[in-house]
């Protein structure tokens, strides 16, 4: 039995090998940009770290058991120098950086530069037509539950028969491969 020529091409969901290439793709992209600028601002609200005075304690220290005086100097410099505050800072700068390069690129091609490359887009997974932008937005947020434990729900991906992670359960999402375009001739 033959399909009608005019029938829709079988839907392809993209591999997770495939997914994880247009991340790297697309996380090598967000950093040529995103670090620089974070180190700047981060420079610019904060001096640079210094942790000598832990470090000269650790050098000298003869045996292999870390005393309780370096901990309590490693500690006591980490607040001093606003260890903590930094990382909140910089993690925030960075999802930032993620949301702004994500989020539009998904609301004009439903796709970013690295699935773009590997020609996928993210459909509905019940319609098959682009996500919406309140799939977009809450595809963008479900990344931080697929991250919480170990990165699972991305991993996820690998094992689901339609490849699809956390955050496209979430919002009723797939990733699949577009047929090429045949010229007429």
Not at 41 to 69: C, D, H, R, W, Y
Request: net charge positive; with cysteine.
């Amino acid at each position: 039995m033959t399909e009608p020529e005019n029938a829709p091409p079988p839907i392809r969901y993209a591999s997770f090998n495939a997914r994880i290439i247009a991340s790297m793709i697309d996380i090598g992209i967000i950093m040529i940009v995103a670090v620089p600028f974070v180190n700047w601002i981060m420079g610019m609200m904060f001096p640079p770290l210094n942790f000598s005075t832990a470090s000269a304690m650790v050098n000298q220290q003869e045996t292999t058991q870390i005393s309780k005086q370096i901990l309590s100097e490693i500690w006591r410099s980490a607040k001093e120098q606003h260890v903590f505050e930094r990382a909140v800072i910089e993690n925030l700068l960075q999802g930032l950086f993620v949301a702004a390069y994500t989020l539009p690129f998904w609301f004009r091609y439903a796709s970013t530069p690295g699935k773009m490359l590997l020609r996928m887009e993210i459909q509905d997974v019940s319609s098959g037509v682009r996500m919406s932008r309140g799939q977009a937005i809450i595809r963008f947020l479900g990344y931080f539950i697929s991250l919480l434990p170990f990165s699972l729900g991305f991993f996820w991906a690998a094992f689901n028969k339609k490849c699809r992670a956390w955050h496209d359960m979430l919002a009723h999402t797939a990733v699949v491969v577009k047929p090429r375009k045949i010229a007429d001739t």
